[in-house]
């Protein structure tokens, strides 16, 4: 393995979406796979080995490659990004050649954005955060740290999103509306409001049907 190596975490179809895009960006090389399931350790996924478990990652072998988290669920992506950030480990940021980027957007460290994505002027995106095929985000919007926005997804211009949210496939956010943390915005459905912290939303115009405390 090679010092400017990276480290795919996760073996799953999220994250064959990751691979394809880090051998099309061609800058750098795929070392290996790290995944938990003991199924899998030894074998080859996308035709890389998959090296061992988290686990691996305590050892000084691997102190000189840099990681990608592919794991589509943000919880679950943000507390390996904590463990991995302890261990000082560097994190790469995935773009797919076809993605559409506009003058003056920011990118988080850790992020992937799949095939055929367009982000508009002045946008900022967070850290860890999965922009998903063919989704598209407009001027001067703020994407949070760890959000997911599902395929097809179409977000106006100026609109916030809070940490750990997910924005379903084909969603439609209108401009200026803001989601609040951890929410979660139901496939097809049409915001049209402000949606706060916590809450899962659906339908058109989208309504909040569950806090996700607790039913409301």
Do not use: W
């Not at 940021?93 to 982000?119: D, E, Y």
């Not at 409001?193 to 569950?210: C, F, H, L, S, T």
């Amino acid at each position: 393995m090679e010092s400017n190596g990276v480290l795919v975490c996760g073996a799953s179809g999220h994250a064959k979406v990751v691979i394809d895009i880090i051998e099309q960006q061609g800058r750098c090389r795929i070392a290996g796979l790290i995944d938990d399931n003991p199924k899998l350790q030894g074998q080859k996924f996308c035709g890389y080995r998959i090296v061992g478990g988290f686990d691996q990652l305590n050892r000084n072998t691997y102190k000189s490659y840099r990681i990608i988290i592919a794991v589509g669920e943000n919880r679950a992506r943000k507390k390996l990004c904590k463990k991995l950030a302890s261990l000082e480990y560097q994190f790469i940021t995935a773009v797919h050649p076809s993605a559409q980027i506009g003058r003056s957007v920011s990118i988080g460290s850790g992020t992937m954005i799949m095939a055929n994505v367009v982000v508009n002027p002045d946008t900022k995106v967070g850290a860890h955060v999965i922009l998903n095929t063919g989704a598209t985000i407009d001027h001067d919007c703020v994407i949070g740290d760890f959000v997911h926005i599902s395929p097809g997804a179409h977000i106006a211009g100026n609109v916030v999103i809070g940490e750990l949210s997910h924005i379903g496939i084909g969603v439609n956010i209108i401009q200026g509306v803001k989601i609040g943390e951890n929410s979660l915005i139901g496939a097809g459905a049409a915001v049209v409001e402000d949606i706060p912290d916590d809450v899962i939303a659906v339908g058109v115009p989208a309504k909040i049907i569950k806090n996700k405390r607790g039913v409301l």
